[in-house]
T-cell receptor, first 110, second 115 residues
Framework: GQNIDQPTEMTATEGAIVQINCTYQ??????LFWYQQHAGEAPTFLSY????GLEEKGRFSSFLSRSKGYSYLLLKELQMKDSASYLC???????????FGKGTRLHILP | NAGVMQNPRHLVRRRGQEARLRCSPM?????VYWYRQLPEEGLKFMVY????????ESGMPKERFSAEFPKEGPSILRIQQVVRGDSAAYFC?????????????FGPGTRLTVL
């Protein structure tokens, strides 16, 4: 079966840095997504990693190691509006079928 | 350029009724995906459609659920004889090309409540 693991909840302080880890075991792999989802809203795209390494996009960075089945999302200079769920998702095949993890609920404290 | 549109945003049905959820993809997108999100759960893939074709329905329950994406008009996810366990948020996403690295763009979702 397909398995994507990420922590259920994390807490961090405004202005700090937080790293959300994701490990996966899937029968296919084309790339890995990170989405942000505020409560009651649709997921919004943050990043898509295909190759190993770190990709930086403003305050958010995403890392991928295909050989280890591992990714992380790094959020810097945390703001209260970053309180949300962060979904790790694997693109399994060329048809863009995406398998989602259960999400990590991030709480930001003032 | 309007985003992915879903309606209704909220739908209440009694057990045994039918629910019809609509999704209009972004302009120029011909691929539609439906996901279900139960409370405190991740998004679960249900079905992937192109115009007039079901490409992958491996996530669809075998009974009571069906989906279509006609040549004209929105994609429809239909749930017959709803039960309480069908209460969830149903998200539609669209993408422009098969096998592209473009991400899927999500609609705002339809929240189905079965009484």
């Amino acid at each position: 079966g397909q398995n994507i693991d990420q922590p259920t909840e994390m807490t961090a302080t405004e202005g700090a840095i937080v790293q959300i880890n994701c490990t996966y075991q899937t029968s296919g792999f084309n790339g890995l997504f990170w989405y942000q989802q505020h409560a009651g809203e649709a997921p919004t795209f943050l990043s898509y990693n295909v190759l190993d390494g770190l990709e930086e996009k403003g305050r958010f960075s995403s890392f991928l190691s295909r050989s280890k089945g591992y990714s992380y999302l790094l959020l810097k200079e945390l703001q209260m509006k970053d309180s949300a769920s962060y979904l790790c998702a694997v693109n399994m095949n060329r048809d863009d079928k995406i398998i989602f993890g259960k999400g990590t609920r991030l709480h930001i404290l003032p | 350029n309007a985003g992915v549109m879903q309606n209704p945003r909220h739908l209440v049905r009694r057990r045994g009724q039918e629910a019809r959820l609509r999704c209009s993809p972004m302009k120029g997108h011909s691929h539609v995906y439906w996901y279900r999100q139960l409370p405190e759960e991740g998004l679960k893939f249900m079905v992937y459609l192109q115009k007039e074709n079901i490409i992958d329905e491996s996530g669809m329950p075998k009974e009571r659920f069906s989906a279509e994406f006609p040549k004209e008009g929105p994609s429809i996810l239909r749930i017959q004889q709803v039960v309480r366990g069908d209460s969830a948020a149903y998200f539609c996403a669209s993408s422009p090309l098969r096998g592209s690295t473009d991400t899927q763009y999500f609609g705002p979702g339809t929240r189905l409540t079965v009484l």
